[in-house]
């Protein structure tokens, strides 16, 4: 019963899609679930996703933001983002940017988003610092893909563990680690002095 979750409408779509052209790093619903209820906790909220993909996080995104928020989704694999863009293009709440997020991360306003999900190297495993610093504080920094998977490269685990040990020493951070899906950190960034 915990497990049940009504998914937005364009979900299946956008994942008949993904199967199409053969992308593989869709996430889950279970995921998606979690995304929309803390986008929720954003009314008028900005955000970021990190790692479009085919957009089977975005439709989640969306379906807890308000109309007021807004939600910006970076990717450089175009094809991967056109099938984002053509189910969830006509919404005027998100925008699209293709291109490398280790550089457009830089390029982002500083303290802006109310909420981050951080779906691939650049902000996660990389460019870690410049992504935290576009957390306004209350906002929520939130990555997936942390409990170990057979297709794991024999170095990722270790990549992983120094990811979460670098989370956990950062002061800034209030962090709850959750056996959820593939394994999910939810941080909020704390103010100076908080
Ligand atoms: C795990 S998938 C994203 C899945 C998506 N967020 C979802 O919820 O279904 C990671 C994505 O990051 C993209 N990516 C990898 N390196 C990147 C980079 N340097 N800059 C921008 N996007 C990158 C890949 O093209 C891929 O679409």
């Given amino acids: 019963m915990l497990d049940e979750v009504v998914a937005p409408e364009a979900l299946a779509a956008i994942l008949a899609a993904t199967e199409r052209i053969g992308f593989a790093m869709a996430s889950e619903p279970l995921t998606g679930a979690l995304l929309r209820a803390l986008a929720a906790s954003k009314p008028g909220g900005r955000l970021l996703e990190i790692g479009t993909g085919t957009g089977a996080g975005t439709v989640w995104l969306l379906d807890g933001m308000d109309q007021a928020a807004r939600l910006t989704s970076i990717d450089r694999d175009e094809r991967a983002m056109q099938v984002a863009l053509d189910h969830l293009g006509a919404d005027p709440r998100v925008s699209f940017i293709a291109g490398d997020a280790g550089t457009l991360l830089a390029t982002l306003p500083e303290a802006a988003y109310d909420m981050i999900f951080a779906d691939t190297m ?29 297709n794991w490269p024999e170095d990722h685990g270790p990549k992983v563990e120094q990811l979460v ?7 800034d951070l209030v962090l709850a680690s959750l056996r959820w899906a593939s394994g999910i950190i939810v941080a909020t960034r704390v103010g100076a002095g908080s």
Avoid: C, M, N, S
Wanted: aromatic fraction near 6%; avoid cysteine; charge should be positive.
């Fill in 165 to 171: 040990a670098r989370l956990r020493a950062r002061p």
């Fill in 122 to 150: 650049p902000g996660k495993f990389t460019h870690l610092d410049e992504a935290l610093r576009l957390l306004r504080p209350g906002g929520l920094y939130v990555i997936d893909d942390l409990l170990p998977q057979p």
